[in-house]
């Protein structure tokens, strides 16, 4: 297991990310960052009713949530800056990469490659759940139909393409579970930051597909450390959401047994957990190893 020095400088692809890199939070600072959220939706709604509140800018509500849904992460992401850089100041404990490259003997091309086939092929193999949930109500429909209908493809898929998966990403495998890989049992650590993606999307209809598809995420930042790989899976599931939703005819759809008789509805089930299965023993096997930094000295000061 490779183990990461306190003063080695571990390189990565978005400086940005990398002033993340020293700060690992536990449970007590995942419910910090959580309360963050929280104060930068607020802030966000504070944006959006002032965007409304222009003279003649009615047609701004539209892009609204390009600019509120950024505003939400902020708060979060200047405490996790500070942190880190109290922490590396400090010299505290060891530097883990928010985004790292432990991409084993596939490389980063061919991981890219399967990571986005097996994220439709999860998706699929997820859908029986959708029928476990109740319908979906009107309002929900509605605030669906306006993202999907109402605006602009370029800013639906700016929005749910390129912000949501930098930001989630970010947030519930670079920060949560990169902090709680570092205190617990991976399992743990995975159900624990795929809980919490799953909370932060506020209903049960996206919850538990995003459960799911979180310790999908989950296990791949888990084996290779890499964040551009789930970033990658994220933009695929919502942009293929996305694109569909543009159909009316898979609009109306609640699950793929909506629109194929039951005979091919089985069989593209089965192939979407025979491929998903494969994937997990693949990345097992090319990427057996993960970093962990040396012991804490003071765990209180990574809250």
Request: charged letters at 15%; a neutral charge.
């Amino acid at each position: 297991m490779g183990i990461l020095s306190p003063n080695r400088k571990v390189r990565t692809s978005y400086s940005l990310l990398s002033d993340f890199d020293y700060y690992l939070p536990d449970i007590k600072g995942m419910f910090i960052l959580l309360a963050l959220l929280i104060a930068g939706a607020l802030l966000g709604n504070v944006v959006t009713a002032a965007i409304a509140m222009i003279p003649g800018g009615e047609g701004l509500n539209t892009y609204a949530l390009l600019i509120s849904y950024p505003v939400m992460f902020i708060p979060a992401m200047v405490y996790a800056m500070n942190r880190s850089k109290y922490i590396r100041d400090f010299d505290i404990a060891g530097q883990v990469p928010v985004d790292g490259s432990r991409f084993g003997k596939l490389g980063p091309l061919w991981l890219s490659l399967m990571v986005v086939i097996v994220t439709l092929a999860a998706g699929i193999a997820t859908d029986p759940f959708s029928m476990l949930l109740p319908p979906t109500p009107e309002w929900f429909d509605r605030l669906n139909e306006q993202m999907l209908v109402g605006t602009p493809l370029w800013a639906t898929l700016l929005s749910v393409s390129v912000f949501a998966p930098f930001f989630e990403e970010w947030l519930c495998r670079g920060m949560i579970l990169r902090g709680l890989l570092q205190k617990m049992k991976p399992v743990w650590a995975m159900v624990i930051s795929s809980l919490f993606f799953a909370l932060i999307h506020l209903n049960p209809w996206q919850a538990l597909p995003a459960f799911i598809l979180g310790m999908v995420f989950a296990y791949v930042y888990y084996r290779t450390g890499s964040l551009k790989l789930t970033m990658l899976m994220h933009c695929t599931n919502n942009t293929f959401a996305a694109l569909l939703g543009q159909n009316e005819a898979f609009r109306e759809m609640n699950s793929y047994s909506d629109i194929m008789p039951a005979w091919q509805y089985i069989t593209l089930v089965a192939a979407g957990i025979f491929i998903l299965v494969l994937f997990i023993v693949i990345l097992k096997k090319s990427c057996p190893e993960t970093a962990r930094p040396e012991p804490e000295t003071q765990a209180s000061l990574h809250r």
